[in-house]
């Protein structure tokens, strides 16, 4: 698109995930070293081009636009551990003060009735085996927040972990979540830093309450 300042130059924007599709060199203009070119094709199934650069600058400018269905699964591969360990304990806790009261409410996890309901505690280790999220640090004031859900396929039921935007993220954004307050802390009503087993959190936001875990 045109720069507003100087018509002349134009200005790039981040519009959506680009594949290359073919790549070649050419000869300079001027002579000395080849160029490379490269045939990028935007990827199908996101929002219309230019969409996610004007929703960036209408989210700056203060004006609310509509959220982004972000979403990014994490697969469960390994249920057992003593290491980053989170349990749905910690999760069911945390959608009851923020985000999701009917979550308790839907799933009786001492309903074994239910198909659907999740294995409570539900243990998840990312020491061993995982995706990118398990490299997703706490911050106090995150921008996702994650719940376990149930997939279909083939009459199979899968255990995932969903993690779904609280808000507008804009690229290149660090996504962090709460990892939650221990059942334990929670029933005992504490929310001293200096609880067992707490670490000291780094998250820098001017909301930290200076320990997680
Ligand atoms: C699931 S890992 C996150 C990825 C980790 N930072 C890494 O580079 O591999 C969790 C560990 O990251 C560190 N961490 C995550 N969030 C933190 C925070 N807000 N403050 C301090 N340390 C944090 C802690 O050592 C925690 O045990």
Redo the contacts with the bound molecule.
């Keep these: 698109m045109r720069d507003g300042v100087n018509p002349n130059n134009k200005i790039y924007v981040y519009d959506g995930l680009y594949k290359i599709q073919d790549s070649w060199i050419e000869k300079a203009k001027g002579g000395g070293g080849g160029v490379f070119k490269y045939k990028l094709v935007r990827m199908a199934g996101q929002s219309s081009a230019f969409a996610v650069w004007k929703s960036i600058q209408k989210w700056k400018s203060g004006t609310p636009s509509r959220t982004f269905p972000m979403e990014m699964r994490v697969f469960l591969y390994h249920l057992e551990g003593d ?2 360990v989170f349990d749905t304990t910690r999760i069911y806790g945390q959608f009851k003060w923020n985000y999701e009261p009917r979550l308790l409410d839907e799933v009786d996890p001492n309903d074994s009735t239910n198909d659907y309901a999740m294995p409570y505690p539900l243990i998840i280790r ?1 020491k061993n085996i995982g995706n990118v999220a ?7 004031s995150p921008n996702v927040f994650w719940q376990p859900v149930v997939y279909e396929e083939n009459n199979q039921s899968y255990f995932h972990v969903a993690f779904f935007a609280l808000r507008h993220i804009p690229p290149m954004t660090e996504l ?1 979540y709460d ?1 939650g307050i221990a059942q334990s802390d929670h029933a005992e009503g504490s929310s001293s830093a200096e609880t067992k087993g707490r ?6 936001s001017s909301r ?1 309450c200076g320990s ?2």
């Design positions: 290491e980053y990312a398990r490299f997703m640090n706490h911050s106090c962090t990892y670490k000291k959190c780094l998250c820098g930290c997680f875990g």
